[in-house]
C-alpha cells in the first residue's frame, strides 16, 4: 500500500508543480486525493482542514513570522549601508577589497534578515555599482554576491532552522542556532579565497586605506545594528527568554532601529507590514500543507517505505550521507528551501539518527544543501535577484560561479563529516 | 474484508516514542485483542505523535478518521470538564489509592462512559506515574520554598491553579522547549515523572527532583463511539478483556521502567528527595473544594474518589 | 467591492501582527520582570498564528504571490497559458470548496463544546479561520477568472500590440 500511495502522491504533486499550481495548494490535493483512496470523502477532507489548523498550532512557529518581520523592517532600514561600510573597514586592504567587503556584508546582513534574496539585493545593490567603477568585471562581483548571498540562511537568527526544529520533532533551537556560526563562517571564508586568488590575479585594488578616526566612527555607526546579534543570541543563552520570544523582541528592536535612524517613515508603516503579512502567509501556508502530507504519508506508512528502500542501497553512513548530500542538492536545485524542509526532514532525519547522527548536525547539513540550491540553476531566488541586480543574465553570472560553487561543496563536506564543526559550540555554550 | 484477512482494522494513534512503555503496552492490548477476536479484529499502531498530536487525535477518534488514540486524562479536561478530576492535585492520596479508584471507583467508569454522545469513550486506563517537581539544583520542601519559582507546567486550568496553590509561578510553555528554557534558566522548574529526565534529558540540566507527588494522572484509551457501536457484542468484550490484562501487566513494566530512570537519572548526577507532603496537600484543599462546588455529580465523585482512601 | 475586501484583510492581518508582536514582548516582561508569567499569552499567539495565516494566505492568494513553479508554464505560448490559467484556477477552486468549505464547516461542527485549555475560549473559533479563509478564497479565485476572461479577449483583439509590449 505504501507505495501505491508514495506513487500516487508522487505523480499528482509533480503533476500540479508542472501545471504551475502554487506548492502549498499542490501539496494539499495531491495529499487529498492519496487519501481518497483510503479514507472516504468526508473523512478526507475533514483530515485535511484540520490538519492545516493544528500543523500551525506551535509556539516554535512563531519565531517565523517575528523574523519576517525583522528582516522587512531591516532591508528598508538602510541598516545593509552601514554594515557595508563596516565591513569595508575591516577588509578594505585585501586585494579585491569590495568583493570580501561584499561576501562579509552579506554575511551580517544576510545573518540578520535572514534572507539570501535581501542579502543579494541590499548588499550586491550597493556594492555592485562601486566595484564596476573600481574597474571589476561585473561578472566576478556578480558571482561574489551570489556565492555568499545564502550564508545568512545558516547564520542564526534562521527562520529555516526553526522550521526544521519543528519537523524534527523539537530540536533545540537554541542548539541549532549556536550551530550555524561555524558552518556559515567557513563558508564565507572559502567566497573569500577563491574571490582573493581571482582578485590578486587581476591586480583589482584595494580600498583606500581609512583612518583610525573614520574606521571607529563607522564602528559605532554600526554598534546598533550589530546589537541586534548580541540581544538575540545573548538573550538566549542568558536565559531571558525563549528563542521564540527573542524574534518578537528583534522586531521591537529593529522597529526602534528604524525610527531612530529615520530611514522609514511613520505613514510607510503599513506597507512594510503588509510585506511581512505576506511573506508570513505564503510560508506559513506551506507550513500547514506539508503538515496534511505529512499526515497522509504517515497513514499509508510512505516514509518507512522510502528509508528502507535507502537502507536497501547501503548501510555504510559515509555512504548514505553522500548520497544524502547529492539528493538534497539536486532537491535545492529546483525547490524551496521551506517546502523541502518539511517535506524531506521527516522522511531523512530516522535514517540519521538511526546510525547516530545527531539532529542537530543533520538539521545544519539539510539546510546547507537547500541553502546552495537558491544559487543554483535553473531556480533559485539569490540566483535570480543577484544577476538582476548586477544586469546580467544568469547563463552570464553561472560560469564565473563554477569555482565558488566548488569549495562551497567542499565546505558542505566538511560540515557533513566532521559533526564537531556544527556541534563544538552548542556543547561549548549551553552549558 | 481487509488485505491480512480481519473484517475491521482499527487505527491507534499516540504522541509517544517505540521504546516507551506505554507503546509495548498498547502493542500488547492489540495483540490480545486480535487474539481474543479469533483474528477477526486487525490494528495497525501509529507512534510518535505521526498522525498529530493529543488535541488533534482526540478531535480524529471523535470524528471517526482514527479509531483509537491514547491520550493523558489531562488532555481531555478541554473536551469535557469531567476528566479534570484526574488531575486534581492530592486527589489520590498514594500509589495504592490511585490503583484502587483506577481498578474499582464506579464514578471512574461513569466519567469513561461521560463522553459517549460526545464522540468517544475510554476503554482503558494505564499507570503513567506520578508527577513531582524538579528544579536546577533546589529541593523544594513546603509552598514557602517555591515562593517565585517559575514552574513549567501544561497548559491547563487545573495545572495552572495548582503551581498557584503549591506556591510557584506556573509558566505554560510547550514542551519542546522546556529542556533549553531550564538550561538557561529562562525557567527554574518543571513538573512530570521521572522518565522526564532521561527520556528527554532533563536531569542534564536539573538535578533535583523533589517527590511531592501532587498528581496521579493516567494515560487513557480512547475510542470512537462509531468504531464501538460497530462492533459485535462478542468484540467488544474481546477488547474489554485484552485492556483490562494490558492494563494490569502495564503496572509492572511501567514500575520497571521507573526504577530504570531513576538508576540512570543518578548517573547523571540527579539527586531524589522524599518530603513530608502535608504542607503542600494541605495548600491544595480549596482546590478539591471549589472542584466540588462545581456540580453535585463532581461532589459525588470526589467523594466516591476518596471512599478508596484508607 | 474588491478594493474593500482588500482593506479589511489587510487591516486585520496587520493588527494581528503587531498585537502578536506586542503580546510576546509582554509574555516575557511578565515572566522576566515581573516575576509572575502570564498564563494565556502563549495560546493566544498560536491561536492568532492560525487566523493570520489563514486570512494572510486568501489575501496572497488574491495578490497570486503564492510561490509556483512557473518555469515550464512560461514557455509555453500565450494561449495555451491562458487556458492553463483557467485550469489552474479550477484546481485552487477544487480545494477551496472541499478542503476550506466543506472540511473547515465540518472541523469546525466537530469541536462544538470543546474550549481551549488556558483562555477557555470554544476551540470553534479557531477552526472558524478555515471557513473565513474558504470565503475570501472563493472571492479571490472569481476576480481571477474574470480577469483571465479579460486578458483572453485583449489579446483576441490586439494581438501584435500585445506581443510589443510582452515579447
Ligand atoms: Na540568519
Ligand atoms: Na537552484
Known amino acids: ?431 | 474484508a481487509g488485505e491480512d484477512g480481519h473484517s475491521t482494522t482499527l487505527r491507534i494513534a499516540h504522541s509517544l516514542a517505540e521504546d516507551h512503555p506505554i507503546h509495548q503496552s498498547i502493542t500488547q492490548f492489540a495483540d490480545l485483542a486480535h487474539d481474543n477476536s479469533d483474528g477477526a479484529i486487525g490494528f495497525e499502531v501509529y507512534p510518535n505523535g505521526q498522525l498529530g498530536q493529543e488535541r488533534g487525535t482526540i478531535e480524529m477518534v471523535k470524528s471517526g478518521l482514527i479509531d483509537m488514540a491514547k491520550v493523558s486524562a489531562s488532555g481531555l479536561e478541554s473536551f469535557s470538564s469531567s476528566y479534570s478530576i484526574f488531575s486534581l492535585p492530592y486527589v489520590f492520596q498514594s500509589k495504592e489509592h490511585y490503583y484502587e479508584v483506577m481498578n474499582n471507583s464506579e464514578a471512574v467508569q461513569e466519567i469513561f462512559q461521560s463522553t459517549r454522545d460526545d464522540g468517544f469513550i475510554v476503554i482503558n486506563w494505564y499507570d503513567g506515574g506520578q508527577r513531582s517537581i524538579y528544579t536546577a539544583d533546589k529541593k523544594v520542601e513546603s509552598p514557602a520554598d517555591m515562593n517565585g519559582m517559575k514552574i513549567r507546567v501544561q497548559e491547563s486550568p487545573t495545572s495552572i491553579a495548582m503551581i498557584k496553590a503549591m506556591g510557584g509561578a506556573p509558566t505554560p510553555m510547550s514542551f519542546g522547549e522546556v529542556y533549553t528554557s531550564l538550561q538557561q534558566g529562562v525557567i527554574d522548574g518543571a513538573e512530570s515523572n521521572e522518565t522526564a529526565l532521561t527520556n528527554s534529558k532533563h536531569g542534564e540540566v536539573s538535578k533535583a527532583y523533589t517527590y511531592t507527588e501532587h498528581q496521579y494522572v493516567p494515560d487513557l484509551l480512547i475510542i470512537s463511539t462509531n468504531t464501538w457501536d460497530s462492533l459485535s457484542t462478542e468484540q467488544q468484550q474481546a477488547l474489554k478483556d485484552a485492556a483490562a490484562i494490558s492494563s494490569e501487566s502495564h503496572i509492572d513494566v511501567w514500575a520497571e521502567a521507573i526504577d530504570q530512570a531513576i538508576l540512570e537519572a543518578k548517573e547523571m548526577g540527579v539527586a531524589f528527595y522524599e518530603i513530608d507532603k502535608q504542607p503542600f496537600i494541605d495548600a491544595a484543599r480549596p482546590l478539591h473544594e471549589s472542584y466540588q462546588s462545581q456540580n453535585a455529580d463532581y461532589e459525588r465523585y470526589f467523594k466516591d474518589f476518596q471512599s478508596y482512601a484508607n | 467591492m474588491r478594493k474593500i475586501v482588500d482593506r479589511i484583510t489587510a487591516f486585520l492581518t496587520c493588527s494581528l501582527m503587531v498585537a502578536m508582536v506586542l503580546v510576546a514582548c509582554w509574555q516575557v516582561f511578565t515572566r522576566f520582570v515581573l516575576n509572575s508569567p502570564s498564563t494565556v499569552t502563549e495560546e493566544f499567539l498560536r491561536y492568532a498564528l492560525v487566523w493570520l495565516t489563514m486570512l494572510g494566505a486568501a489575501y496572497t492568494y488574491g495578490l497570486k504571490k503564492h510561490l509556483a513553479i512557473v518555469f515550464v508554464a512560461r514557455k509555453l505560448p500565450e494561449k495555451i497559458q491562458r487556458i492553463l490559467d483557467f485550469v489552474v484556477e479550477a484546481i485552487i477552486i477544487v480545494f477551496i470548496v472541499s478542503v476550506l468549505l466543506f472540511g473547515g464547516t465540518q472541523t469546525y461542527r466537530s469541536a462544538m463544546g470543546q474550549v481551549s485549555s488556558a483562555l477557555g475560549m470554544p476551540m470553534q473559533y479557531l477552526y472558524l479561520s478555515v471557513v473565513v479563509a474558504g470565503v475570501l478564497f472563493i472571492f479571490y479565485a472569481f476576480i481571477h477568472i474574470f480577469e483571465t476572461i479579460n486578458k483572453i479577449k485583449q489579446t483576441d483583439l490586439q494581438p501584435k500590440a500585445r506581443e510589443q509590449i510582452n515579447p
Open chain 1, 1 to 431: 500500500m505504501a507505495l501505491q500511495a508514495g506513487l500516487i502522491l508522487a505523480v499528482v504533486f509533480t503533476l500540479l508543480l508542472i501545471l504551475s499550481v502554487p506548492i502549498s495548494f499542490s501539496i494539499v490535493i495531491a495529499s487529498l486525493v492519496t487519501a481518497l483512496f483510503i479514507l472516504p470523502p468526508d473523512l478526507a477532507v475533514f483530515m485535511a482542514s484540520q490538519t492545516l489548523v493544528t500543523g500551525l498550532d506551535s509556539f516554535t512557529l512563531l519565531a517565523v513570522p517575528f523574523f519576517i518581520l525583522a528582516g522587512v523592517l531591516m532591508n528598508n532600514g538602510g541598516i545593509a549601508e552601514r554594515l557595508v561600510n563596516f565591513a569595508k573597514v575591516l577588509v578594505g586592504r585585501a586585494p579585491g577589497a569590495l568583493a570580501h567587503t561584499n561576501v562579509l556584508g552579506n554575511t551580517l546582513f544576510g545573518s540578520l534578515s535572514g534572507s539570501a534574496v535581501a542579502a543579494a539585493a541590499a548588499v550586491g545593490g550597493v556594492l555592485g555599482p562601486l566595484q564596476k567603477k573600481d574597474g571589476y568585471d561585473p561578472r566576478y562581483s556578480a558571482a561574489v554576491n551570489i556565492a555568499s548571498a545564502p550564508i545568512g540562511l545558516i547564520v542564526p537568527p534562521s527562520g529555516t532552522l526553526i522550521i526544521y526544529s519543528l519537523v524534527s520533532g523539537g530540536t533545540s533551537v537554541a542548539a541549532l542556532f549556536v550551530a550555524g556560526y561555524l558552518p556559515g563562517l567557513l563558508w564565507a571564508i572559502a567566497c573569500m579565497v577563491v574571490a582573493y586568488t581571482i582578485a590578486k590575479r587581476r591586480n583589482y585594488p584595494v580600498t583606500e586605506r581609512v583612518s583610525l578616526k573614520v574606521a571607529f566612527k563607522t564602528f559605532i555607526e554600526t554598534i546598533p545594528s550589530l546589537m541586534l546579534i548580541v540581544i538575540v543570541i545573548g538573550g538566549i543563552l542568558a536565559g531571558i527568554f525563549t528563542a521564540t520570544e527573542a524574534a518578537a523582541v528583534a522586531v521591537a528592536y529593529t522597529f526602534l532601529l528604524t525610527l531612530a535612524y529615520r530611514t522609514v517613515k511613520i505613514k510607510e508603516f503599513p506597507k512594510v507590514l503588509m510585506e511581512a503579512v505576506e511573506l508570513t502567509s505564503i510560508v506559513m501556508m506551506l507550513v500547514a500543507a506539508s503538515a496534511v502530507m505529512s499526515w497522509v504519508m504517515a497513514f499509508t506508512g510512505i516514509p518507512g517505505a522510502i528509508s528502507g528502500f535507502i537502507l536497501g542501497i547501503s548501510d555504510n553512513p559515509i555512504v548514505l550521507l553522500l548520497l544524502l548530500n547529492v539528493f538534497l542538492l539536486l532537491i535545492g536545485t529546483f525547490m524551496d528551501i521551506t517546502p523541502a524542509v518539511l517535506i524531506f526532514t521527516p522522511i531523512f532525519l530516522p535514517i540519521v539518527t538511526g546510525f547516530g547522527m545527531d539532529p542537530v548536525h543533520f538539521g545544519i547539513m539539510l539546510v546547507m544543501n537547500l541553502s546552495i540550491g537558491t544559487i543554483t540553476p535553473p531556480v533559485g531566488n539569490a540566483l535570480f535577484v543577484g544577476s538582476s541586480v548586477a544586469r546580467l543574465n544568469m547563463e552570464e553570472v553561472t560560469k564565473p560561479l563554477l569555482p565558488f560553487y566548488a569549495v562551497i561543496i567542499l565546505v558542505l563536506m566538511l560540515v557533513t563529516y566532521i559533526p564537531a564543526i556544527s556541534l563544538m559550540l552548542p556543547n561549548l555554550l549551553l552549558e
